[in-house]
């Protein structure tokens, strides 16, 4: 009987599916459909390993260096040094994170998307930049793995907004979007809320500021 390469004979074929229609899947006949199965694999494994590693390796063909001068456009808005927020969020650690605030995966081809076709508010770069600047932006960008910094105490500002804003304000809400008219708010009352300064002094007052200038981590 001719067989073709990498093929039972076909009276084996046959058998095994006469097995499985009956339902007596033999010993054998697993064990045939095993070695066939593994073949396969043996096969077809290699080439989806180096897809995969081809695919996660993307980043690297950017040059980190030239993307670091490139992100001077996007320091305005980003900072990369601490967790403080400016126009938008930080991005010290940026792929040292598990999630985008988009709630998408922090990864190569979600930040690349955000970067190409802008993310609320954030404008799209897709034109501003050469297909091989955005590879070195991204090379710049993962980077980017610090890990979270530790949150700090409990400061005398949030004692002062815990006391006299908490009851309509989060603070989650206000801070690190402060505007410079809030602190004259914040002194004569605004909205039905009590003018502070009369409870609070001019140095508290400024220490409530502060404390809204600075993000909520």
Same mark, same amino acid.
């Given at each position: 009987?001719?067989? #073709?390469?990498?093929?039972?004979?076909?009276?084996?074929?046959?058998?095994?599916?006469?097995?499985?229609?009956?339902?007596?899947?033999?010993?054998?006949?697993?064990?045939?459909?095993?070695? #066939?199965?593994?073949?396969?694999?043996?096969?077809?494994? &290699?080439?989806?390993?180096?897809?995969? %590693?081809? !695919?996660?390796?993307?980043?690297?063909?950017?040059?980190?260096?030239?993307?670091? !001068?490139?992100?001077?456009?996007?320091?305005?808005?980003?900072?990369?040094?601490?967790?403080?927020?400016?126009?938008?969020?930080? %991005? #010290?650690?940026?792929?040292?994170?598990?999630?985008?605030?988009?709630?998408?995966?922090? $990864? $190569?081809?979600?930040?690349?998307?955000?970067?190409?076709?802008?993310?609320?508010?954030?404008?799209?770069?897709?034109?501003?930049?050469?297909?091989?600047?955005?590879?070195?932006?991204?090379?710049?960008?993962?980077?980017?793995? =610090?890990?979270?910094? &530790?949150?700090? &105490?409990?400061?005398?500002?949030?004692?002062?907004?815990?006391?006299?804003? =908490?009851?309509?304000?989060?603070?989650?809400? /206000?801070? @690190?979007?402060?505007?410079?008219?809030? %602190? &004259?708010?914040?002194?004569?009352?605004?909205? @039905?809320?009590?003018? /502070?300064?009369?409870?609070?002094?001019?140095?508290?007052?400024?220490?409530?500021?502060?404390?809204?200038?600075? !993000?909520?981590?």
């Amino acid at each position: 009987m001719t067989r #073709r390469a990498g093929h039972a004979p076909f009276s084996t074929q046959a058998a095994e599916r006469g097995h499985i229609e009956n339902g007596n899947f033999s010993a054998a006949a697993a064990r045939s459909v095993s070695v #066939r199965a593994l073949k396969f694999l043996e096969r077809r494994v &290699p080439s989806l390993l180096f897809l995969t %590693l081809l !695919a996660s390796c993307a980043h690297a063909q950017g040059d980190a260096e030239k993307g670091k !001068a490139l992100f001077q456009t996007c320091a305005g808005c980003h900072n990369v040094t601490t967790e403080a927020r400016k126009m938008g969020p930080s %991005l #010290r650690n940026l792929f040292g994170r598990v999630t985008l605030r988009s709630g998408k995966h922090a $990864d $190569d081809e979600n930040v690349r998307a955000i970067v190409l076709d802008g993310y609320n508010g954030m404008p799209s770069f897709r034109y501003s930049f050469k297909p091989e600047e955005i590879d070195d932006l991204m090379a710049y960008l993962h980077t980017l793995t =610090a890990k979270p910094e &530790p949150a700090p &105490p409990a400061s005398e500002g949030a004692a002062y907004f815990k006391v006299w804003c =908490a009851r309509c304000h989060k603070p989650e809400d /206000l801070r @690190g979007r402060y505007q410079p008219d809030w %602190l &004259p708010l914040i002194a004569n009352g605004h909205s @039905g809320a009590p003018p /502070l300064k009369d409870w609070l002094d001019a140095e508290a007052r400024q220490t409530l500021a502060t404390y809204l200038k600075t !993000a909520d981590h």
